[in-house]
C-alpha cells in the first residue's frame, strides 16, 4: 500500500488534473468533469506516478476531503468540486441552513468588505457547515478568519445553494449585506 505521503502526493496531482489542468497529463474531461481511469492510470505511469487500480482506490477512499468519486461501474474518475475548468457536476439546488461558514485570511478582508465573497477562480464560492472546517480553509491562505454567513436570508433573497457530495456548499456569490465579520 501506499503510505500517507505517497498518496498525499498522488492526491495533489490528481486534484490538478481532474479539477483545472487535464492537459498536462493529456487527458481530457467529459462534460461531468468524468475521465477514463484506465486511461488516466496508464498516463500517470508514463509521469513517474506508478500506481495500481487498487491504490487510486485506496487514495479516493481515504482521501480527507473525499475529493474524488469513481462512477458507479469505477470505469470513471472525476473531482467532486473545486473544478476551475468547465464541468457540469449535476448539483442540485438545496436549501441551507440559517448559517454557513467562510474561512479566509486576514490579507483579504478589506477586499471582501468591500466587494462581498467572490469565487475567485472557481465556479463557486465555498461555504462549510461548521467553524472548524472553515478555520482550516482559511489558514492555507495566512492568518485566518472565519465568516459567518446569513445563508437562510440568502435563499429567502433568492440566491442559489447546492452542496457537492463531499458536503461543501457552494453559492455563485455572497454579498457583503450577509457576512458576519467577528474577532477583529
Ligand atoms: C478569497 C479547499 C479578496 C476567499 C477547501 C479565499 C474549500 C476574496 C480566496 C475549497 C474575495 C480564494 C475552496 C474578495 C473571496 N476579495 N479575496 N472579494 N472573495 N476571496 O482556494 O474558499 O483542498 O479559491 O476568501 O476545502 O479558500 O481544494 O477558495 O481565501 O472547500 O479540496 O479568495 O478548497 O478544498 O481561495 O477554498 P480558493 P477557498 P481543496
Do not use: C
Amino acid at each position: 500500500m501506499l503510505n500517507d505521503e505517497e498518496a498525499q502526493r498522488v492526491s495533489k496531482f490528481l486534484s490538478l488534473v481532474l479539477r483545472h489542468k487535464p492537459e498536462t497529463l493529456g487527458i481530457t474531461l467529459n462534460e461531468q468533469g468524468w475521465t477514463d481511469v484506465d486511461r488516466l492510470l496508464t498516463k500517470l505511469y508514463h509521469r513517474g506516478y506508478q500506481i495500481s487500480r487498487d491504490q487510486l482506490k485506496y487514495i479516493v477512499e481515504t482521501n480527507n476531503k473525499k475529493r474524488f468519486a469513481f462512477s458507479l461501474d469505477e470505469s470513471q474518475i472525476r473531482a467532486n468540486q473545486g473544478h476551475s475548468v468547465e464541468v457540469d457536476l449535476g448539483y442540485v439546488e438545496k436549501q441551507p441552513p440559517a448559517l454557513l461558514y467562510h474561512g479566509t485570511a486576514m490579507r483579504f478582508i478589506d477586499s471582501i468588505k468591500a466587494d462581498g465573497l467572490r469565487k475567485m477562480n472557481r465556479h463557486h464560492v465555498h461555504l462549510s457547515s461548521d467553524e472548524q472546517t472553515a478555520y482550516m480553509v482559511g489558514s492555507r491562505h495566512g492568518k485566518p478568519v472565519v465568516l459567518t454567513i446569513k445563508a437562510g436570508e440568502m435563499a429567502m433573497a433568492g440566491h442559489v445553494f447546492y452542496q457537492s457530495d463531499n458536503g461543501v456548499w457552494l453559492t455563485d456569490t455572497v454579498p457583503t449585506a450577509y457576512i458576519i465579520v467577528r474577532n477583529l
